[in-house]
């Protein structure tokens, strides 16, 4: 290679492998602090795009979570007022056999009839509560519907219900089916039939609810078989609710694995090893320095044409 003064060709690629190194330097200290592999799009843009999809999904799935848990909260609020309506079905059963008592008055019938009344509109009451604004018990098959829902129907497509999205491919995945239980269907019986659920407020049908207690039935009214059906339809309530809180738990634990794959899959691309990152930055840390000393030492070269012209 000549010697020359305007053209020093050592210093040129000594000056373009300092930039190039340094460049390289710089990318693997962005790496490290920042623990992402993938800091511009050109650093693995197939990779990038992958990652942003499973992010997304991750994300969607944090919200599914929340919805689940909301929903167990729904069913657990319900499953314990259905438990306190079991109670009061019990307390009407006992007062039905005590005012069957020879030895009670009429004053102690009377008595228990007020009690029985109070608790017949408590029933009602209790039928009404709500989460958060949403129902917990229904009397018609949709939320806004006029056709009456029926207790033990055996018709889904009829049942009221919430669907709950298990997934984060929304209403085209798994979902399930949270029932607003017919609290008062399953307490209202045909006049004639104990064994037949018929709509609250239908005609010919007795009910153990009442909205107001001067509507309310008296004891006398009822048979003990009313007592006896009531409380097993309820049982059946709460065992509809067990079914749909069991299938909410499944879900939830399906998510919850789903979610920790997928994050683990997202790291897989993103994260950046620190162990083999470490040792690019010792070797780009060396390679600046010796390409700084060997720039340093290529402008020095043209000290040689000097000496000659001397």
């Known amino acids: 290679m000549s010697l020359s003064i305007n053209t020093n060709h050592a210093a040129v690629r000594a000056s373009m492998n300092l930039a190039k190194n340094n460049e390289l330097l710089t990318k693997s200290m962005q790496r490290l602090a920042s623990g992402k592999r993938i800091i511009d799009t050109s650093d693995d843009a197939g990779g990038l795009a992958i990652a942003m999809k499973l992010n997304s999904s991750i994300e969607k799935l944090k919200g599914v979570s929340s919805n689940i848990k909301n929903s167990t909260s729904f069913l657990d609020v319900q499953d314990g007022i259905i438990q306190g309506a079991a109670g009061i079905l019990e307390r009407m059963s006992e007062l039905k056999s005590l005012s069957q008592d020879v030895l009670k008055n009429s004053s102690d019938i009377n008595t228990y ?23 917990l018990f229904a009397t018609t098959t949709t939320a806004t519907g006029s056709v009456d829902a029926v207790f033990g129907n055996n018709n889904s497509a009829t049942d009221n219900t919430i669907t709950i999205f298990t997934t984060e491919n929304g209403s085209s995945g798994p979902k399930v089916s949270v029932h607003k239980a017919l609290l008062l ?67 939830m634990s399906n998510l919850d694995r789903t979610r920790a794959n997928l994050e683990a899959s997202y790291g897989q691309i993103m994260d950046v090893d620190i162990a083999e990152e470490s040792t690019r930055l010792a070797k780009y840390q060396i390679l600046v320095q010796a390409s700084a000393s060997m720039l340093s030492q290529a402008n020095m070269m043209p000290n040689a044409a000097m000496m000659l012209l001397g």
């Open 113 to 135: 009839n007020t009690e029985f009344k109070n608790l017949q509109v408590q029933l009602y009451q209790m039928s009404k509560e709500k989460f958060n604004g949403i129902s």
């Open 185 to 251: 269907s399953a307490i209202t019986f045909d006049q004639n039939n104990v064994s037949i659920s018929k709509a609250y407020g239908a005609s010919g049908t007795k009910t153990l609810a009442s909205s107001t207690s001067s509507n309310a039935k008296a004891l006398t009214d009822f048979t003990t078989s009313f007592f006896t059906q009531a409380i097993e339809n309820v049982s059946s309530l709460r065992a509809q609710n067990g079914g749909s809180m069991s299938r909410l738990d499944f879900a």
